[in-house]
């Protein structure tokens, strides 16, 4: 049985992780976000009157937590059948396959389903194999 302890640092992790690589992200397709055909696309919570709004770092954080607990709490159910021995590349594994199962099959529904650029959404896959791969070790090591 892991600890409740380590799922919630691991979490706080996974919840770092992903805000930074997410910053990164923003900052390089900042040119989409400030994009007037796209502006309707944008919810409240993100760009308010005056743009981004500061509920969307607090419901960014929270919802990136909530994240990172599920993921590591599948990771906690699984790991034994990754099929790795050293705790990185289990990681690494692990993070690759739900970016596989997870990422992946709703970057494609939002191609078909969201008016925006493939370039951005490919961006946005892109910035979730990142996370889930820094992720999966992280949470890896701390699970042990």
């Not at 919630?8 to 996974?14: S, T």
């Not at 709004?53 to 929270?62: D, G, N, Q, R, V």
């Amino acid at each position: 049985m892991v600890k409740a302890w380590k799922i919630i640092v691991a979490a706080i992790v996974f919840m770092i992780i992903s805000q930074v690589i997410h910053t990164i992200e923003a900052q390089i397709t900042m040119n989409y976000y400030t994009d007037p055909t796209y502006f309707s696309v944008w919810s409240k919570i993100m760009m308010g009157k005056m743009g981004l709004t500061p509920e969307f770092m607090y419901y960014s954080l929270t919802f990136a937590f909530i994240g990172g607990l599920l993921f590591t709490g599948v990771y906690t159910t699984i790991q034994k059948g990754v099929p790795e021995k050293t705790i990185a590349k289990k990681g690494l594994i692990y993070g690759l396959l739900i970016w596989l199962v997870g990422i992946i099959p709703g970057s494609l529904s939002m191609v078909l389903l969201i008016n925006l650029p493939v370039d951005l959404i490919a961006y946005w896959t892109v910035t979730g194999l990142i996370i889930n791969l820094l992720a999966g070790v992280a949470i890896a090591k701390i699970i042990k």
